[in-house]
């Protein structure tokens, strides 16, 4: 069974860091596309960073430079580093995970874990 549990979401100010992790069992991690969505309220869930299977790195514009996704294998756990953060950015942050290419849509992932809440205040 594949689970994914983010922790790290807190209340921050503008300007910022914080980093999400997000720790994976029960799936072969390395074969696995991962990402980071969010979702803030009365919007819908946006991918804002991703690993594919082939090791492609890709972020959504509105965070590139800003964020960055990695992963540990070993360990499998894949971080969200965000960096400069915005009120803008205030949402429910998910990772997912998907055995396939996975994609940029919710679609593409088949796993997610319950989200973690990060809030960044003015």
């Known amino acids: 069974q594949v689970q994914l549990m983010e922790s790290g979401g807190a209340e921050v100010s503008t300007g910022d860091s914080l980093t999400l992790s997000c720790t994976a069992s029960g799936l072969t991690f390395d074969d696995y596309s991962v990402a980071w969505f969010r979702q803030a309220p009365e919007k819908g869930r946006e991918g804002v960073a991703f690993i594919d299977g082939d090791g492609t790195i890709r972020y959504a514009d509105t965070v590139k430079g800003r964020f960055t996704i990695s992963k540990d294998g070993a360990n499998k756990i894949t971080y969200l580093q965000m960096n400069n953060l915005k009120p803008e950015d205030t949402a429910m942050y998910y990772c997912?995970?998907?055995?396939?290419?996975?994609?940029?849509?919710?679609?593409?992932?088949?796993?997610w874990g319950q989200g973690t809440q990060v809030t960044v205040s003015s």
């Open positions: 997912a995970a998907d055995p396939g290419i996975g994609g940029s849509c919710v679609a593409g992932f088949s796993y």
